[in-house]
Protein backbone atom coordinates (compact mmCIF):
# COMPACT_ATOMS: atom_id res chain seq x y z
CA UNK A 1 0.00 0.00 0.00
CA UNK A 2 1.25 3.07 -1.03
CA UNK A 3 2.27 5.12 2.05
CA UNK A 4 0.85 8.70 0.93
CA UNK A 5 -2.73 8.43 -0.30
CA UNK A 6 -4.56 11.28 -2.16
CA UNK A 7 -8.30 11.51 -2.88
CA UNK A 8 -9.52 11.71 -5.66
CA UNK A 9 -7.25 11.53 -8.44
CA UNK A 10 -8.94 13.25 -10.76
CA UNK A 11 -11.93 15.74 -10.32
CA UNK A 12 -13.46 18.18 -12.80
CA UNK A 13 -15.91 20.78 -11.39
CA UNK A 14 -17.49 24.25 -11.96
CA UNK A 15 -16.33 27.59 -11.53
CA UNK A 16 -17.78 28.64 -7.78
CA UNK A 17 -18.38 25.33 -6.32
CA UNK A 18 -16.81 23.92 -3.22
CA UNK A 19 -14.14 21.20 -3.59
CA UNK A 20 -12.02 19.17 -1.06
CA UNK A 21 -8.71 17.66 -1.81
CA UNK A 22 -8.04 14.80 0.72
CA UNK A 23 -4.23 13.51 2.13
CA UNK A 24 -4.05 10.49 4.16
CA UNK A 25 -0.17 9.07 5.11
CA UNK A 26 1.00 5.99 7.01
CA UNK A 27 4.26 6.83 7.27
CA UNK A 28 3.63 8.48 11.40
CA UNK A 29 5.04 11.55 9.82
CA UNK A 30 4.35 14.74 11.73
CA UNK A 31 4.86 17.57 8.99
CA UNK A 32 2.20 17.37 5.98
CA UNK A 33 2.40 19.69 3.14
CA UNK A 34 0.21 20.85 0.05
CA UNK A 35 1.59 22.33 -3.69
CA UNK A 36 0.16 22.50 -6.53
CA UNK A 37 1.86 21.90 -9.89
CA UNK A 38 1.72 24.28 -12.78
CA UNK A 39 3.45 23.76 -16.29
CA UNK A 40 6.38 25.83 -16.35
CA UNK A 41 6.41 26.75 -13.08
CA UNK A 42 7.26 23.64 -10.66
CA UNK A 43 5.63 23.07 -7.94
CA UNK A 44 4.47 25.98 -5.07
CA UNK A 45 3.82 25.43 -1.64
CA UNK A 46 -0.08 26.44 -0.43
CA UNK A 47 -0.09 25.38 3.36
CA UNK A 48 2.09 22.93 5.41
CA UNK A 49 1.63 22.10 9.17
CA UNK A 50 3.93 20.54 11.19
CA UNK A 51 2.35 19.18 13.48
CA UNK A 52 -2.14 19.11 14.02
CA UNK A 53 -1.81 22.12 15.78
CA UNK A 54 0.45 23.99 13.29
CA UNK A 55 -0.79 25.45 10.54
CA UNK A 56 1.06 27.49 8.21
CA UNK A 57 0.85 29.72 4.67
CA UNK A 58 2.99 28.95 1.62
CA UNK A 59 3.70 30.91 -0.84
CA UNK A 60 0.29 30.79 -2.33
CA UNK A 61 -2.64 30.20 -0.15
CA UNK A 62 -5.20 32.68 -1.45
CA UNK A 63 -8.11 30.89 -2.04
CA UNK A 64 -7.41 27.74 -0.31
CA UNK A 65 -7.85 26.79 3.37
CA UNK A 66 -6.51 23.41 5.02
CA UNK A 67 -7.60 21.30 7.95
CA UNK A 68 -5.25 18.87 10.24
CA UNK A 69 -7.89 16.73 11.20
CA UNK A 70 -5.26 14.16 13.04
CA UNK A 71 -1.91 13.33 12.17
CA UNK A 72 -2.33 10.97 9.06
CA UNK A 73 -4.90 13.52 7.26
CA UNK A 74 -4.36 16.97 5.93
CA UNK A 75 -7.36 17.86 3.29
CA UNK A 76 -6.69 20.90 0.84
CA UNK A 77 -10.11 22.82 0.27
CA UNK A 78 -10.95 25.14 -3.17
CA UNK A 79 -14.47 27.26 -0.85
CA UNK A 80 -15.05 28.60 -4.28
CA UNK A 81 -13.37 27.34 -6.89
CA UNK A 82 -11.67 29.32 -10.21
CA UNK A 83 -10.79 28.44 -13.31
CA UNK A 84 -7.16 29.27 -12.33
CA UNK A 85 -7.15 26.81 -9.68
CA UNK A 86 -6.41 24.37 -12.51
CA UNK A 87 -3.60 22.36 -11.74
CA UNK A 88 -2.34 19.40 -10.31
CA UNK A 89 -2.09 19.01 -6.31
CA UNK A 90 0.28 17.04 -4.69
CA UNK A 91 0.71 16.35 -1.24
CA UNK A 92 3.99 15.39 0.23
CA UNK A 93 5.31 14.33 4.28
CA UNK A 94 8.27 14.62 6.03
CA UNK A 95 9.90 13.98 9.41
CA UNK A 96 12.32 15.45 12.03
CA UNK A 97 13.11 12.57 13.48
CA UNK A 98 14.15 10.63 10.29
CA UNK A 99 15.55 13.53 8.41
CA UNK A 100 12.66 16.02 8.16
CA UNK A 101 15.05 19.26 9.71
CA UNK A 102 17.11 18.52 6.25
CA UNK A 103 13.29 18.65 4.79
CA UNK A 104 13.37 15.46 2.83
CA UNK A 105 9.87 14.91 1.44
CA UNK A 106 7.78 11.92 0.67
CA UNK A 107 4.86 13.29 -1.94
CA UNK A 108 1.60 11.20 -2.76
CA UNK A 109 0.35 10.32 -6.35
CA UNK A 110 -1.04 13.85 -7.44
CA UNK A 111 -4.83 14.92 -7.40
CA UNK A 112 -5.74 16.51 -11.02
CA UNK A 113 -8.02 18.93 -11.34
CA UNK A 114 -9.69 20.85 -13.50
CA UNK A 115 -12.32 23.99 -12.71
CA UNK A 116 -14.37 24.54 -15.75
CA UNK B 1 15.06 32.97 1.96
CA UNK B 2 16.34 30.79 -0.41
CA UNK B 3 15.82 30.39 -4.12
CA UNK B 4 16.48 28.26 -6.67
CA UNK B 5 17.36 28.44 -10.43
CA UNK B 6 17.12 25.62 -13.11
CA UNK B 7 18.91 26.86 -16.15
CA UNK B 8 16.87 24.66 -18.95
CA UNK B 9 13.44 24.05 -19.24
CA UNK B 10 14.15 21.47 -21.88
CA UNK B 11 17.09 18.80 -22.03
CA UNK B 12 17.19 16.97 -25.63
CA UNK B 13 19.60 14.26 -25.83
CA UNK B 14 19.91 10.80 -27.37
CA UNK B 15 20.21 7.09 -25.91
CA UNK B 16 23.81 6.50 -24.23
CA UNK B 17 24.89 10.31 -24.58
CA UNK B 18 26.11 11.86 -21.38
CA UNK B 19 23.62 14.97 -20.10
CA UNK B 20 24.09 17.40 -17.19
CA UNK B 21 21.26 19.30 -15.83
CA UNK B 22 21.74 22.45 -14.06
CA UNK B 23 20.73 23.69 -10.52
CA UNK B 24 22.09 27.02 -8.88
CA UNK B 25 20.88 27.93 -5.63
CA UNK B 26 20.68 31.25 -3.57
CA UNK B 27 20.64 31.48 0.61
CA UNK B 28 22.19 33.35 3.16
CA UNK B 29 22.41 30.43 5.19
CA UNK B 30 23.77 27.02 4.12
CA UNK B 31 21.89 24.95 3.00
CA UNK B 32 20.66 21.14 1.58
CA UNK B 33 19.92 20.29 -1.52
CA UNK B 34 17.79 17.76 -3.66
CA UNK B 35 17.27 16.47 -6.42
CA UNK B 36 13.43 14.85 -7.29
CA UNK B 37 12.30 13.41 -10.49
CA UNK B 38 8.25 12.63 -11.74
CA UNK B 39 8.15 10.17 -14.32
CA UNK B 40 5.03 10.90 -16.61
CA UNK B 41 1.62 11.02 -14.83
CA UNK B 42 3.23 10.34 -11.48
CA UNK B 43 4.30 11.47 -8.30
CA UNK B 44 7.74 12.94 -7.22
CA UNK B 45 10.77 10.66 -5.97
CA UNK B 46 13.45 11.26 -4.56
CA UNK B 47 16.90 10.72 -7.11
CA UNK B 48 19.19 12.24 -4.43
CA UNK B 49 20.06 14.67 -1.36
CA UNK B 50 23.60 16.72 -0.36
CA UNK B 51 23.24 17.36 3.41
CA UNK B 52 26.80 17.82 4.58
CA UNK B 53 30.24 15.69 3.59
CA UNK B 54 31.76 14.70 0.36
CA UNK B 55 30.43 16.89 -2.38
CA UNK B 56 29.72 14.14 -4.57
CA UNK B 57 26.37 12.45 -4.38
CA UNK B 58 25.45 9.35 -5.72
CA UNK B 59 22.13 8.99 -6.39
CA UNK B 60 19.37 6.26 -7.74
CA UNK B 61 19.25 5.33 -11.56
CA UNK B 62 23.11 5.98 -11.85
CA UNK B 63 22.62 9.69 -11.61
CA UNK B 64 25.03 12.08 -9.40
CA UNK B 65 25.46 15.85 -8.54
CA UNK B 66 27.91 17.61 -7.43
CA UNK B 67 27.66 20.40 -4.56
CA UNK B 68 30.22 23.54 -5.54
CA UNK B 69 29.24 25.96 -2.33
CA UNK B 70 32.05 28.76 -4.55
CA UNK B 71 29.72 28.71 -7.20
CA UNK B 72 26.26 27.83 -5.68
CA UNK B 73 25.80 25.22 -7.87
CA UNK B 74 24.45 21.81 -7.61
CA UNK B 75 24.35 20.12 -11.65
CA UNK B 76 22.79 16.40 -11.93
CA UNK B 77 24.58 14.17 -14.32
CA UNK B 78 24.44 10.60 -15.74
CA UNK B 79 27.05 9.63 -17.69
CA UNK B 80 24.89 7.29 -20.38
CA UNK B 81 21.28 8.18 -20.28
CA UNK B 82 18.38 5.52 -21.59
CA UNK B 83 14.77 5.92 -22.73
CA UNK B 84 13.30 5.37 -19.66
CA UNK B 85 15.38 8.44 -17.82
CA UNK B 86 12.55 10.30 -19.91
CA UNK B 87 11.03 12.80 -17.05
CA UNK B 88 10.77 15.97 -15.43
CA UNK B 89 13.55 16.69 -12.79
CA UNK B 90 13.70 19.13 -9.77
CA UNK B 91 16.39 20.77 -7.94
CA UNK B 92 14.90 21.86 -4.43
CA UNK B 93 16.68 23.20 -1.32
CA UNK B 94 15.96 24.21 2.51
CA UNK B 95 18.41 25.52 4.58
CA UNK B 96 19.82 24.46 8.22
CA UNK B 97 16.38 25.86 9.70
CA UNK B 98 13.72 22.78 11.39
CA UNK B 99 11.43 25.20 10.34
CA UNK B 100 12.46 25.53 7.31
CA UNK B 101 10.31 24.64 3.99
CA UNK B 102 11.30 23.28 0.43
CA UNK B 103 11.79 25.65 -2.04
CA UNK B 104 11.55 23.67 -5.67
CA UNK B 105 12.87 25.43 -9.20
CA UNK B 106 10.89 24.93 -11.90
CA UNK B 107 11.93 21.87 -13.49
CA UNK B 108 13.71 20.44 -16.25
CA UNK B 109 11.91 17.97 -19.05
CA UNK B 110 14.55 15.63 -19.84
CA UNK B 111 14.23 13.73 -23.56
CA UNK B 112 15.41 11.09 -24.49
CA UNK B 113 15.32 9.96 -27.96
CA UNK B 114 16.64 7.06 -29.84
Not at chain 1, 31 to 37: I, P, T
Not at chain 1, 83 to 102: E, I, K, M, R, V
Not at chain 2, 53 to 73: C, D, R, Y
Amino acid sequence: DADVTQTPRNRITKTGKRIMLECSQTKGHDRMYWYRQDPGLGLRLIYYSFDVKDINKGEISDGYSVSRQAQAKFSLSLESAIPNQTALYFCATSDLSSGGAYNEQFFGPGTRLTVL
Amino acid sequence: AQSVTQLDSQVPVFEEAPVELRCNYSSSVSVYLFWYVQYPNQGLQLLLKYLSGSTLVKGINGFEAEFNKSQTSFHLRKPSVHISDTAEYFCAVSTNSGYSTLTFGKGTMLLVSP
